[in-house]
């Protein structure tokens, strides 16, 4: 069975740094496309970032340069590193598994999510 | 960029049919998907591909795609299908991935 579970979230000021876990089990991270989706209190889901299997990184405009998303194989976890937080980047933080062919994405497996409350 | 547009909210009476749409531009030549977000939990995905079920889906769940608007139809809709629904696509031309706003779906 495939589950994600996230960790790290709190409150923090801002401009200050936070970095977020998603342990799985189920599938392995390193052969798969893992992304962050977020969702702020109230709002829609806006998509944040993505590592290929291979390694490849991407990120939405508005995180680029202030976030980066990684993994440790050993321990079968994706993290989120948040730098320069921001009012904004207040959301609940989601990881999911990710299926991307040549035209499109989608997100298969969601876990729970963690809040991230970025306030002085 | 690409802009997927869904109506605020979606109301329908038990064991009738609800419709959610998500127009775009063009958005019958791209791959749609939809997730289900209950209160207070994460996403669900319910459909992909345009109209593929996950397992564990029932089979009131179902999707079409054409012209400038795809549509989630849930039939004989639940009190349990109370709940948001999330179109989203991948933009190839803009290399953005692009959610709808959310539908609220209120059952009577």
């Known amino acids: 069975e495939v589950q994600l579970v996230e960790s790290g979230g709190g409150l923090i000021q801002p401009g200050g740094s936070l970095r977020l876990s998603c342990a799985a089990s189920?599938?392995?991270?390193?052969?798969?496309?893992m992304s962050w989706v977020r969702q702020a209190p109230g709002k829609g889901l806006e998509w944040v970032s993505v590592?290929?299997?291979?390694?490849?990184?991407y990120y939405a405009d508005s995180v680029k340069g202030r976030f980066t998303i990684s993994r440790d194989n050993s321990k079968n976890t994706l993290y989120l590193e948040m730098n320069s937080l921001r009012a904004e980047d207040t959301a609940v933080y989601y990881c999911?598994?990710?299926?991307?062919?040549?035209?499109?994405?989608?997100?298969?497996?969601w876990g729970q999510g963690t809040l991230v409350t970025v306030s002085s | 960029s690409y802009v997927l547009t869904q109506p605020p909210s979606v109301s329908v009476a038990p064991g009738k049919t609800a419709n959610i749409t998500c127009g775009g531009n063009?958005?019958?030549?791209?791959?749609v998907h939809w997730y289900q977000q209950k209160p207070g939990q994460a996403p669900v995905l319910v459909i992909y591909?345009?109209?593929d079920r996950p397992s564990g889906i029932p089979e009131r769940f179902s999707g079409s795609n054409s012209g400038n608007t795809a549509t989630l139809t849930i039939s004989r809709v639940e009190a349990g299908d109370e709940a948001d629904y999330y179109c989203?696509?991948?933009?190839?031309?803009?290399?953005?991935?692009?959610f709808g706003g959310g539908t609220k779906l209120t059952v009577l």
């Open positions: 989203q696509v991948w933009d190839s031309s803009s290399g953005h991935l692009v």
């Open positions: 591909y345009g109209t």
């Open positions: 063009n958005i019958g030549s791209k791959s």
């Open positions: 999911a598994s990710t299926d991307i062919t040549g035209t499109t994405w989608y997100f298969d497996y």
């Open positions: 590592i290929y299997s291979g390694g490849n990184t």
């Open positions: 189920g599938f392995i991270v390193s052969t798969s496309y």
